[in-house]
C-alpha cells in the first residue's frame, strides 16, 4: 500500500513537501513515481526516482522547483515543492513500478497512492 500525504494550501512563491509512505511491499526494489492530475485533465508526470536513490527525472515543468527523494530505511519517497504556482494545483499521487523503463508513463506503475491535494493561491 502507498499513502501519500503533506498536501495542503500554500500561497503561490511557497514550499511543501508530500510524502509517500509505503508498507506491505519490499520498497526498496521499486521505482517511485510522483504524478499530479489536475481538474478535467489527464494524470500527468512529475517525477520519478530509482530504487536506489540514484537516479531521478522531473517533468521539464517542475525541473528546477522539485526534487524528488526517497528513504528506503524508512520506506518513504519525499517530493519537496518550491517557488510554487497557482498552475501546480492539482492531486498528487505516488506510485511504484518495478523497472526503470518509461517512467514517465502511467503505465507499469502497478501501485498507486490515494492522492494528496496540493492547492496553490495567486
Known amino acids: 500500500q502507498l499513502q501519500a500525504s503533506g498536501g495542503g494550501l500554500v500561497q503561490a512563491g511557497g514550499s511543501l513537501r508530500v510524502s509517500c509512505a509505503a508498507s506491505g511491499l519490499t520498497f526498496r526494489t521499486y521505482v517511485v513515481g510522483w504524478f499530479r492530475q489536475k481538474i478535467g485533465e489527464d494524470r500527468e508526470f512529475v517525477a520519478a526516482?530509482?530504487?536506489?536513490?540514484?537516479?531521478?527525472s522531473h517533468s521539464d515543468s517542475v525541473k528546477g522547483r522539485f526534487t524528488i527523494s526517497r528513504d528506503n530505511g524508512k520506506n518513504m519517497a519525499y517530493l519537496q515543492m518550491n517557488a510554487l504556482k497557482p498552475e501546480d494545483t492539482a492531486v498528487y499521487y505516488c506510485a511504484v513500478k518495478i523497472a526503470w523503463r518509461s517512467v514517465a508513463s502511467r503505465d507499469g506503475y502497478g501501485y498507486w497512492g490515494q492522492g494528496t491535494q496540493v492547492t496553490v493561491s495567486s
Open positions: 526516482i530509482s530504487s536506489g536513490g540514484g537516479t531521478t
